[in-house]
């Protein structure tokens, strides 16, 4: 298969899933087509080396993920989180739920090493799941190793049904306060959000160079030296402590955009970013070239399984943070549900259900107002975040 012709079949899958996404508004994740057109083409006619063939091959999207993960440390605002302290700390416990239950009951009933893969992918997104996909398959696990990647594909069947009930449960609970006058605008967090947003876009380091020496390879130039530094930090540290260099990307990405070393969305800016995350995807799809039919039928009940023990641990201890913080069952759990499937999804189906509930543009406005940025910095701190640093984590245990 030539080149050209293995690229125009692997991006002409992801748009396909693109497509079903827009069309089913989210229902059906473009991440699981695309999964099922990648196994059914591996097991017909597709060459096992498909992706490489393309131009991605494990170098390059080793790269993209230095990049890519420097990237989302970029996207943090100190402000925007302390305004959402209790968001933050509902979405933690909603993971410490997962983490919980699928360590004690999870491997009871299928073994250590299965859920060791298996939390990381859950709660978190591309990053996390190609970590411990890599992971498992150095370990010399390739069951395990395409576990991860199908349990980051197939949660969101979970997530995105169970999400638009609570957020219009807690919708409808929203309205009716407003309708009794007992709810108001939330006016002072958006304000807040934009004046973070404002100062957050500021290259403090840089004040004095002309904007036409900003390029797109200046850009890409910081970027890189953040996640070297990450990386050197890394084997500094390896004889003491073993830490993963893209934990470090996070933090070293959270660090370059406070002292004005980098803008926020570098990567965006650079016009890096679309490419970075075909790159990344068309790599995760890669590990299924190892799915037989025979492997997947062996990982179907641990999946389901993992699934259904993670989300129950979730909204048992998601409900306790709830209480304790008074925020509602419904709201708490939703927020702990953008695990699941993180940015743009959370936002997408918050806004998909505030239009179910009111046509009234001031009432629309007010749902958004309250339901929107818990919702947001929810899927930013577990998929973002938290599940970065338990894969950092959880991939020596391999």
Known sequence: MSQMLALVIVVFILLVGDWVAIRTKAWVPSMFISAVLF????????????????????????MLMYLLITNMGTLLSLQELKAQWKTILIAITGILGIVVFLLSIGTLIFGFKTMVVAVPPLVGGVVSALIM???????GLASLSVFAIVIYVMQGFAGYPLTSIMLKKEGKRLLEKYRNGELMHADQVQASAETAATVDFELKLFKSLPEKYNTE?????????VAFLAYLVSTLLAPVVSVSPFVLCLLFGIIGKSIGFLEKQALQKANGFGFAMMGLMLFIFDGLKQATPSMMMEIIWPLIGTIVIGVIGMYVFSFIAGKVLKVSKEMAFAVSLTALYGFPADFIITNEVIKSLTNDEKEKEVLTSHMLPPMLVGGFITVTIVSVILAGIFVKFL
């Open 217 to 225: 390879f200046f850009k890409f130039f910081r970027l890189a030296v």
């Open 39 to 62: 196994l059914i083409g591996y097991w017909t006619f597709f060459p096992k080396e498909i992706v490489s063939i393309a131009g991605i091959p494990s170098v390059v999207a080793t």
């Open 133 to 139: 996909s890599e992971g498992a398959k150095t370990a």
